[in-house]
């Protein structure tokens, strides 16, 4: 029943935003507070995945809502999971069609959400201070490797409030940082290694 009313609560929220054609907003900067790193891997069949981890830096409350602002279309998601956070569930859509509304411009959105907490109580499967999660993901038939917006709330705001003008109004809005693949990593040490081997034999033949 818990649970129900939370849908309900999400739904009358994510419905009245639409209404109002409204835009979002954040409370706070998550900069140096909650962070979103972005990884994105080509699975050579003209798709991309773009995985994500999210960290808590140092907000006191567990983080049980994040949304992903992207331009990509979104084929397909995952949610965040590990052995400490089961149970989150996730969604994806248009931003054009939906009552969760995107920021800069932004077309489309993904989001996770802990759906398995007690609420409106403390929230188990949260993501705490000091606590990274993976698994969120999405799949695109298109490559952005730009930084994408994120928003995020934390427990004690069990929604999506809106603000007088109408606005979606969340704990926390920030930016992802992208994190080269380990075959970049590894492109780019062949590459180093080659620039070495070149200034080697330059060096050599100006010593003979």
């Known amino acids: 029943m818990k649970f129900n009313l939370r849908l309900c609560v999400l739904a009358l ?16 900067d998550a900069a140096g507070v909650l962070s979103m790193n972005e990884t994105i891997v080509d699975n050579h069949n003209s798709t991309w995945t773009y995985n994500y981890s999210f960290s808590n830096v140092q907000e006191a409350n567990p983080i049980w809502w994040v949304i992903l602002y992207t331009n990509t279309d979104v084929m397909a998601s995952t949610s965040f999971a590990d052995a400490s956070h089961t149970g989150w569930s996730n969604a994806s859509g248009s931003g054009s069609q939906s009552g969760i509304h995107a920021p800069e411009g932004q077309s489309h959105y993904v989001y996770s959400w802990s759906a398995s907490d007690a609420w409106p109580n403390n929230a188990p499967h949260g993501i705490a201070t000091g606590q990274t999660v993976g698994g969120f993901s999405f799949t695109s038939t298109q490559y952005d490797a730009s930084s994408k917006r994120f928003v995020a709330d934390r427990t004690p705001e069990w929604s999506a409030p809106l603000t007088q003008s109408g606005d979606q109004s969340f704990s926390y809005g920030g930016m992802t940082t992208a994190v080269p693949e ?26 003979v």
Not at 183 to 199: I, N, P
């Open 13 to 28: 929220s994510l419905s009245a935003s639409a209404m109002s054609h409204a835009a979002v907003e954040w409370r706070n």
């Open 182 to 207: 380990p075959e970049t990593y590894a492109m780019l040490l062949a590459g180093l290694g080659l620039m070495g081997t070149m200034a080697r034999r330059r060096k050599q033949k100006t010593t």
